[in-house]
T-cell receptor, first 115, second 109 residues
Framework: EAQVTQNPRYLITVTGKKLTVTCSQNMNHEYMSWYRQDPGLGLRQIYYSMNVEVTDKGDVPEGYKVSRKEKRNFPLILESPSPNQTSLYFC??????????????FGEGSWLTVV | KNEVEQSPQNLTAQEGEFITINCSYSVGISALHWLQQHPGGGIVSLFMLSSGKKKHGRLIATINIQEKHSSLHITASHPRDSAVYICAVKGTSGSRLTFGEGTQLTVNP
């Protein structure tokens, strides 16, 4: 079954404690991306990756890091989380750029609260 | 002004009604996506359009490139259609997506 898997699904953490949200896809997709969703703002792109070792900033990259060492994995790293990073996070993937017939697949979302 | 505007923000309908959700965008695009977000939070892709019209079951999506506008129609709406519907566009260059804020649809039995 085609899947994008995120972990953890729910997390409460404290300010400044480094955390990693993992994302893995089993479809051999080249394109992977992280989004955050906030009330009144909709989904906003944090980082995306076109392929292994190729990453680029989205609209709201501040406070986040990513890496793409393997094609299937695209972890999101919060080095020093702050309360304004409390949000619902989604990982997504597609075969290539999300156009030209490439369907986007989303993970189930990760609810992150920073206190 | 956001690059992608959706209307209405909220929509309540009775079961069986015909529903239209609109999406307008201000940039040139290579693709437009319609997404559905379930009450539990998960997001699924409904359509990807670059021109014309697509139909899947009771859902129809249309796009007018010249007018920079797309519509999502739901025929014979059902309470299980209750969800947030999100429009997203991919510009003509680069690979990022820009999203509308979503339309909350509630279909009452």
């Amino acid at each position: 079954e085609a899947q994008v898997t995120q972990n953890p699904r729910y997390l409460i953490t404290v300010t400044g404690k480094k955390l990693t949200v993992t994302c893995s896809q089993n479809m051999n997709h080249e394109y992977m991306s992280w989004y955050r969703q906030d009330p009144g703002l909709g989904l906003r792109q944090i980082y995306y990756s076109m392929n292994v070792e190729v990453t680029d900033k989205g609209d709201v990259p501040e406070g986040y890091k990513v890496s793409r060492k393997e094609k299937r994995n695209f972890p999101l790293i919060l080095e020093s989380p702050s309360p304004n990073q409390t949000s619902l996070y989604f990982c997504a993937s597609s075969l290539s750029v999300p156009a030209f017939g490439n369907t986007i697949y989303f993970g189930e979302g990760s609810w992150l609260t920073v206190v | 002004k956001n690059e992608v505007e959706q209307s209405p923000q909220n929509l309540t309908a009775q079961e069986g009604e015909f529903i239209t959700i609109n999406c307008s965008y201000s940039v040139g695009i290579s693709a437009l996506h319609w997404l559905q977000q379930h009450p539990g939070g998960g997001i699924v892709s409904l359509f990807m359009l670059s021109s014309g019209k697509k139909k899947h079951g009771r859902l129809i999506a249309t796009i007018n490139i010249q007018e920079k506008h797309s519509s999502l129609h739901i025929t014979a709406s059902h309470p299980r259609d209750s969800a947030v519907y999100i429009c997203a566009v991919k510009g003509t260059s680069g690979s990022r997506l820009t999203f509308g804020e979503g339309t909350q649809l509630t279909v009452n039995p």
